[in-house]
């Protein structure tokens, strides 16, 4: 927990990202979909209209940055306040404090970041605070508000999705680092503009991240004898060996990814698929886990038109428990461009949500007489059993008897489609239709 001005600036010897922090709406870059000229969020802040609100956007895009400036600019006392290290005490404390500035004139902002750890008694505590406008709350998340930011309190907050930062905006923010007075301005440095561009491109949308590399190249490159940097492509190479993509194997990007890659098979894309994989790959999830949703979705979008298909997934699902990684990541392949080019069937699919819909919104149905099993006398009083017959004593190896109740009895659930092997099923169904209608 932090109070302090927006113009503090005691960072002399503090990290490159924090000495070029902006403090107007002119020096930042990014989110033009919110800043830019006659957008929401710039003319709230510039009428001085700010309500809570929840930022949430992927690390690096400049969500605590915002909330200082717009604490400049409105005048208020800004309180920067961590999900991580502090409770409902702290919370308390703050509050007060809020209380007593707001009797004498004073708004505070108060800035919460990684608002989505806090539990649900904690968000709690600061519904009656922000209800009454002691505090104006502006919370950050990488999580969805949605999933994690209690109802309550996300009803009473504006939400804001910051997004990653362009590949531009970083070439901007890269060229300012090297100019300014705050970061290089005042030193020579030798770097080729490919090399800062390749810097936009690894730092993957994250300012921070760009800025930290580029001051890492800087520091660990060779200094001539004339006082001028030479940032080589070797030492560029040395401080980019390791993109950290953004993935959390429990939030929304989780969900993101694996939709992703389920929906790029479905739509016969082996490429995309490969590439969406290996991204939840990198990013560390369980290979296991991967396996397990092709096997579902080898039955549920491809079904009877490729029933090996479903013997591919588990096959490598058995692959990548016996390998684990790295060695697993080409079966996992296999099974990716095998499903992606496997033709195509949700029919039984949509026959297993047909039936789960009629056992869930009818009653349940009684088992019809006839392929009840009558293993006692008194079962057999009762005519279980009575009326079935053997499928194998017939030379057709069909009867047609009566296997779904009578509320149903027409009922069709598996619809199958022409799409590969299928094609032959749907003749054979038809077939057995046609001749139990004779």
């Not at 296991?288 to 092709?294: E, G, N, P, S």
């Not at 579902?296 to 058995?318: K, N, T």
């Not at 009653?363 to 392929?371: D, K």
């Not at 009762?382 to 069909?398: F, V, W």
Request: a negative charge; aromatic letters at 8%.
């Amino acid at each position: 927990m932090e109070q302090m001005s927006l113009f503090d600036n005691r960072v002399t010897n503090a990290p490159l990202a924090s000495r070029l922090r902006p403090e107007t709406l002119k020096d930042y870059v990014g989110q033009k979909h919110l800043l830019g000229k006659g957008k929401m969020l710039r003319h709230l802040i510039e009428q001085d209209q700010i309500s809570s609100m929840i930022f949430w956007g992927p690390p690096g895009v400049g969500k605590t940055t915002l909330a200082r400036i717009i604490a400049g600019m409105t005048r208020a006392a800004f309180v920067d306040f961590s999900a991580v290290t502090s409770g409902i005490k702290e919370i308390r404390q703050v509050m007060e404090q809020a209380e007593n500035s707001r009797h004498m004139g004073i708004n505070t902002l108060l800035f919460v970041d990684e608002i989505h750890r806090f539990n649900k008694a904690q968000q709690d505590a600061f519904l009656p605070f922000v209800e009454k406008g002691s505090i104006i709350l502006i919370g950050a998340t990488t999580e969805n508000p949605s999933f994690e930011i209690n109802s309550a309190l996300l009803s009473r907050c504006k939400v804001f999705v910051l997004k990653m930062l362009e590949e531009e905006d970083l070439y901007e923010l890269l060229h300012h680092a090297l100019t300014s007075p705050k970061g290089f301005g005042n030193q020579q440095i030798e770097i080729a503009e490919e090399q800062i561009h390749a810097i936009a491109r690894f730092a993957n949308g994250d300012g921070r991240t760009a800025l930290n590399t580029l001051e890492m190249a800087v520091i660990n490159s060779q200094l001539d004898s004339e006082g001028t940097i030479h940032v080589t492509d070797e030492t560029l190479v040395e401080c980019t060996n390791r993109r950290s993509l953004v993935y959390d194997k429990k939030g929304e990007e989780h969900y993101n990814l694996i939709s992703a890659l389920h929906k790029s098979m479905r739509n016969s894309d082996p490429d995309a698929a490969v590439y969406w994989m290996n991204r939840m790959l990198d990013g560390g999830e369980n290979p296991l886990y991967i396996a397990r949703r092709l096997i579902r979705f080898a039955s549920e979008d491809i079904g009877m038109a490729d029933s090996r298909a479903l013997q591919v997934a588990v096959s490598v699902y058995q692959a990548c428990h016996f390998l684990g990684m790295p060695e697993c990541d080409v079966h996992l392949t296999h099974a990716v461009v095998y499903l992606s080019m496997a033709p195509k069937s949700n029919a039984l699919y949509r026959a297993c949500e047909e039936a789960k819909k009629d056992i869930h919104d009818s009653p349940a149905e009684s088992v019809p007489l006839q392929i009840r099993n009558a293993p006692t006398m008194l079962m057999k009083e009762l005519h279980y059993g009575e009326g079935y017959r053997y499928a194998h004593d017939t030379e057709e190896k069909l009867t047609r008897m009566q296997c779904l109740p009578d509320a149903l009895k027409d009922k069709r659930y598996y619809l199958p489609t022409k799409e590969g092997e299928e094609k032959e099923t749907k003749e054979r169904l038809e077939e057995i239709l046609a001749w139990k209608q004779l």
